[in-house]
């Protein structure tokens, strides 16, 4: 399930203002409690960008459809051949080496910090390359 950010917004802003009485009833002043809601936004947004970073490449979309049953993919072509699904299997052969190899470091469970130090790319380039890949997999399912 992926992130959704308007549910958490609103799961903080009830934490928040029940804090904020909490705080109010001993007797903090409003200039303090605006400073700690401003701190405490600031590192709300912060962990939401992360989070919306982390379903980029949710395992829902391409990772079902491989079907890996006890083999070990040692490579890019092993992952293509263990792929079952036609359609995944021909988005999959028309993407570039690079893109390939992020979703074979991604299946084997590397983080995207790990990926990045491995390919050689910026975080930027490796999340634009699982998004694209990610839409043009979301068009066959």
Known sequence: MGYNKAREEKKWRLWKESEERQL????????SIGELRRLDW????????YREHQTVFPEQYALQAVNMPEQEILGVDS???AVENEELLHILMAADRKTLQIVLLKTMGYSIP???LKTGMSRRAVYCRIHRLKKKIKKIF
Not at 42 to 49: A, T
């Open 79 to 81: 992952l293509l051949e």
């Open 42 to 49: 600031e590192d709300f947004k912060c962990e939401r960008r």
């Open 24 to 31: 109010r009833s001993l007797g903090m002043d409003e200039e």
């Open 114 to 116: 790990e990926i990045i």
